[in-house]
């Protein structure tokens, strides 16, 4: 079992651009959950997607959108980068949208500058 | 208020201690307690979660919830060097498309 896996590791972007991370779930999960982890911090909940729409959001602009495909997989994109979006953006997938056992990815650390 | 607090540490112990880690929340609608362990530059690791009040034990793990004090904790018997690393707290109400609240996590160091 890979278990969660995110793409790419590492990005660094300017100011203003646009970015795409992505997540393959665990095998046998269908329900993704995306989260910012700034440094010193414990992960925010962004939103999550389950049957491939957005089911809850956090407390974050519409700068940040996601989309989930058939096959379960999912993508982040945030638009208009800023300087304070640079964190540890983390994937947690779990077996439906209620489960309390979430695992995450190694996430992908994104710097702006 | 934060919804979540967690003391951040550093909290160092000598290889062989009982280790104590501990959240307080306010809001009583959350169910589900979860216990994550992160290493530097990893991503986090879940330990254990419980439902409601209660203890349960893995290992060497025990979780504790106490939901009347709203206070919930992680002990870790005979503490090895690999348990160095930041302890994460998350909490949920269990809702439909439920988002974790994480407290800002306890860093351990577990000395030789």
């Known amino acids: 079992d890979a278990g969660v896996t995110q793409s790419p590791t590492h990005l660094i972007k300017t100011r203003g651009q646009q970015v795409t991370l992505r997540c393959s779930p665990k095998?046998?999960?269908?329900?993704v959950s995306w989260y910012q982890q700034a440094l010193g911090q414990g992960p925010q909940f962004i939103f999550q997607y389950y049957e491939e729409e957005e089911r809850q959001r956090g407390n974050f602009p519409d700068r940040f959108s996601g989309h989930q495909f058939p096959n379960y997989s999912s993508e982040l994109n945030v638009n208009a980068l800023l300087l304070g979006d640079s964190a540890l953006y983390l994937c947690a997938s779990s077996l439906d949208s209620r489960s309390a056992e979430a695992f995450f990815g190694q996430g992908t650390r994104l710097t702006v500058v | 208020q934060k919804e979540v607090e967690q003391d951040p540490g550093p909290l160092s112990v000598p290889e062989g201690a009982i280790v104590s880690l501990n959240c307080t929340y306010s809001n009583s609608a959350f169910q589900y307690f979860m216990w994550y362990r992160q290493y530097s530059r990893k991503g986090p690791e879940l330990l254990m979660y419980?439902?409601?009040?209660g203890n349960k034990e893995d290992g060497r793990f025990t979780a504790q919830v106490d939901k009347s004090s709203k206070y919930i904790s992680l002990f870790i018997r005979d503490s090895q060097p690999s348990d160095s690393a930041t302890y994460l707290c998350a909490m949920s109400a269990g809702n439909y498309g439920q988002n974790f609240v994480f407290g800002p996590g306890t860093r351990l160091s577990v000395l030789p």
């Open positions: 095998s046998g999960h269908d329900t």
């Open positions: 419980t439902y409601s009040s």
